[in-house]
Nanobody, 121 residues
Framework: QVHVTESGGDSVQAGGSLRLSCVAS????????LGWFRQVPGKERERVAD????????VYADSVKGRFTISQGDAENTVTLQMNSLKPDDTALYYC??????????????WGQGTQVTVSS
């Protein structure tokens, strides 16, 4: 069992920055990536950014390209999401997931509880 924990959510004004962190308790043969997703009430969960931890391959949603950066922490099982130039539309509950990288994306297998990001105009 892989336990995933996120941290770093907060309330900021538009144009501000936040850094989210994610730690997976362990990596198994079925886990080689970490990804960030977000969800607002009444909408489907949206993929934000994925990181293949074996070689650092990063994939971003069009809505965050150029503003968000996903990077690996000191350990293979940690990632951060640096979010700059935040917009009110970025307001959501952000989830980190550990999974297996397939067809250019991280297919989640284990989810964290989420961390709230609120951006005010």
């Amino acid at each position: 069992q892989v336990h995933v924990t996120e941290s770093g959510g907060d309330s900021v004004q538009a144009g501000g920055s936040l850094r989210l962190s994610c730690v997976a308790s362990t990596f198994t043969y079925s886990v080689n990536c970490l990804g960030w997703f977000r969800q607002v009430p009444g909408k489907e969960r949206e993929r934000v950014a994925d990181l293949l931890t074996t070689d650092g391959t990063a994939v971003y949603a069009d809505s965050v390209k150029g503003r968000f950066t996903i990077s690996q922490g000191d350990a293979e099982n940690t990632v951060t999401l640096q979010m700059n130039s935040l917009k009110p539309d970025d307001t959501a509950l952000y989830y980190c997931a550990a999974g297996f990288f397939l067809d250019g994306k991280c297919v989640p297998g284990y989810w964290g509880q989420g961390t709230q990001v609120t951006v005010s105009s």
